[in-house]
C-alpha cells in the first residue's frame, strides 16, 4: 500500500512539475526609432577597428589615474549604489520565496496527546483517559501545477529580479559619467583658477607700472583708474571661480560617498585627457538594446507578460495535495513496533464557480500592465536614442567650436603681442590694452570650457551607448 501511495505521488510530483503554461509567447516590441543616426558616427580610417561602447570597460575608457581611484571609490561608498545593491538582494529573495512553492514542504512533526473523557459520555459508564503519541512527515498544501500558474509566478519573480539587477547597472552607469564629469569640471575649475590668479599678477604688475608712469607724467589719472578696475574684475573673478570650486569638490564628495583618500595620484589636465568618441555603431535598434535601463524595461515587460499568464491559470481547477506519513501509538516504546504505521492522504479541487468577477478582473489588470510595459519599453528606447543622438551633436559641434576658439585665441594672443609693442613706443593708448588683455583672456576662459564641455559629451556618449 505504501509502494502505490509513493507512486501515486510521485506520479502527481511529475505532473506538477511539468504542467502547461498559459503565459502568452513573447514578442519584443520593435524599437520605434530611426535607423540612422542624426550625426553620422565616427567613420575609422582603413584598417582601424574602433571598440563597442558596451564591451569598453570604464577603466579602459578613462585613462586619468586620478578619476580611476575616484571612480573605484564612488562605486565602492556611494550610498545610492549601496541601496540598489540591497535591492537586488532584496528581489532575489522574493524569487527565492516564489521558487520554493513549486516544491512541496515536509515537515517532521511529533505529538503527545492525552485526553480524559467523563464517565458520562462514555459506553460503559467509566472515565476514560487515552494517549497517543504521533510521529510523522507531512505534505501540506502542495499544489500541483497543472496549468502553469506556479511557474508563471516564478517566471515573474525572475524577471523582477533581472529587472532589479539592471536597474543597479544603469544607476551604476551614471555614477560613474557623473564622477567623470564632476572630476572634469574640477579639472576646467581649477584651469581657469590658475589663468585668473595669473592674470591678477599680470594687471596688478601693470598697475604698478602706471603708477609709476604717473609720476612722471607719462600716465594719466584714467589710466591708473583703468588698471585698478582691470584688477578688481580679475579679483571679483577668482573669488567667483573658488565658490565654484568648492560647491564642485561638494558635489564630488557627494558622489563619492566620503571625502577620498589623501594619497591619490597626480590627475591630468584637460588637454591631456584622451577621451574619445571613436566606437563603432551599428544601426540604433541593436546598440540601444545593450543599455543597462533597456534591458530592465524589457525584463519588466517579461514579468508583466508572465503575470498574465498566473492570471489565465487561476480560471480552472486549483489541485492540492495533503499527505502525512508515519507511525503512532499510546506510549513512546510503541511508535516503532510493527502495525504502528499510520498515513494520511488528501488531494483537495477547487474549481471557482462564482467570484464576482474577481478573476476577469485579475486578467484585465494583468493585461493593462503588460500594456503600459510595452509602452514604458518603447519610451525608453526612444529617450536612449534621443541620448545617444544629443551626445553625438555635442561631440560634433562642440570639436568644431573647440577648433575656432583655439583660432581666435591665436588671433587675440598676436593682437595683444602688437598692441603691447605699440604701447611701448608710445602709439597705442592703455585702453588698447586692456581691451586687448580682456578680449585675450576671454578666449583663454572659452578655449578651456568648451574643452571641458567636449569631454564632457564624450563621456556621455559612452553613458549613452551603454559603457560603463
Not at 131 to 156: C, I, K, P, T, Y
Not at 414 to 422: A, G, N, S, Y
Amino acid at each position: 500500500m505504501r509502494r502505490g501511495l509513493f507512486s501515486i505521488f510521485l506520479c502527481c510530483m511529475l505532473t506538477a512539475l511539468c504542467g502547461c503554461s498559459m503565459i502568452p509567447a513573447f514578442e519584443r516590441p520593435k524599437a520605434a526609432v530611426p535607423q540612422e543616426w542624426p550625426i553620422p558616427p565616427y567613420e575609422p580610417a582603413n584598417g582601424q577597428v574602433l571598440p563597442k561602447a558596451h564591451e569598453l570597460a570604464w577603466h579602459q575608457f578613462f585613462t586619468d589615474e586620478r578619476l580611476k581611484k575616484l571612480t573605484e571609490f564612488a562605486l565602492e561608498n556611494n550610498q545610492d549604489m549601496h541601496i540598489a545593491t540591497a535591492r537586488v538582494r532584496e528581489a532575489m529573495a522574493v524569487y527565492g520565496v516564489v521558487y520554493a512553492d513549486r516544491l512541496p514542504t515536509v515537515n517532521l512533526a511529533a505529538s503527545s496527546t492525552s485526553a480524559r473523557t467523563p464517565k458520562d459520555l462514555t459506553l460503559f459508564g467509566k472515565d476514560i483517559t487515552t494517549h497517543r503519541q504521533d510521529m510523522g512527515l507531512n505534505l501540506s498544501g502542495f499544489e500541483l501545477d497543472f496549468w502553469g500558474r506556479v511557474s508563471a509566478l516564478e517566471e515573474a519573480a525572475y524577471a523582477s529580479y533581472l529587472a532589479t539587477e539592471e536597474a543597479k547597472n544603469t544607476l551604476r552607469t551614471s555614477l560613474i559619467a557623473m564622477v567623470a564629469d564632476t572630476y572634469l569640471l574640477i579639472q576646467e575649475l581649477n584651469e581657469r583658477l590658475e589663468l585668473t590668479e595669473y592674470t591678477l599678477e599680470n594687471r596688478s604688475r601693470l598697475l604698478e607700472l602706471v603708477e609709476l608712469m604717473y609720476q612722471t607724467g607719462a600716465a594719466s589719472q584714467l589710466d591708473i583708474l583703468q588698471a585698478q578696475g582691470a584688477v578688481e574684475a580679475a579679483r571679483a573673478e577668482l573669488v567667483r571661480l573658488q565658490q565654484q570650486y568648492g560647491l564642485a569638490q561638494n558635489a564630488l564628495n557627494l558622489l563619492l560617498g566620503g571625502t577620498p583618500l589623501d594619497d591619490l595620484p597626480s590627475g591630468k589636465g584637460l588637454k591631456r585627457q584622451d577621451i574619445t568618441d571613436a566606437f563603432d555603431m551599428a544601426i540604433p535598434s541593436e546598440v540601444l538594446l545593450h543599455r543597462p535601463d533597456v534591458r530592465a524595461a524589457e525584463q519588466r515587460l517579461l514579468a508583466a507578460n508572465a503575470n498574465i499568464g498566473a492570471a489565465r491559470a487561476a480560471f480552472f481547477p486549483n489541485i492540492t495535495l495533503n499527505l502525512g506519513l508515519g507511525t503512532a501509538s499510546r506510549s513512546l516504546s510503541g511508535l516503532f513496533e510493527n502495525g504502528s504505521g499510520v498515513w494520511s492522504f488528501t488531494p483537495q479541487l477547487v474549481q471557482p464557480i462564482f467570484n464576482a468577477g474577481r478573476l476577469r478582473s485579475n486578467l484585465e489588470l494583468a493585461e493593462a500592465r503588460k500594456d503600459t510595459a510595452v509602452a514604458e519599453y518603447e519610451k525608453t528606447i526612444q529617450q536612449a536614442f534621443r541620448e545617444v543622438a544629443d551626445a553625438l551633436v555635442s561631440c560634433d559641434r562642440l570639436a568644431v567650436a573647440l577648433a575656432t576658439q583655439e583660432r581666435l585665441l591665436d588671433v587675440q594672443t598676436q593682437r595683444l603681442k602688437t598692441v603691447e609693442e605699440r604701447y611701448t613706443q608710445g602709439i597705442a593708448s592703455h585702453l588698447e590694452v586692456l581691451d586687448a588683455q580682456r578680449d585675450q583672456y576671454a578666449a583663454q576662459m572659452a578655449v578651456i570650457q568648451v574643452r571641458r564641455q567636449l569631454l564632457s559629451a564624450r563621456v556621455q556618449l559612452y553613458r549613452a551607448l551603454g559603457g560603463g
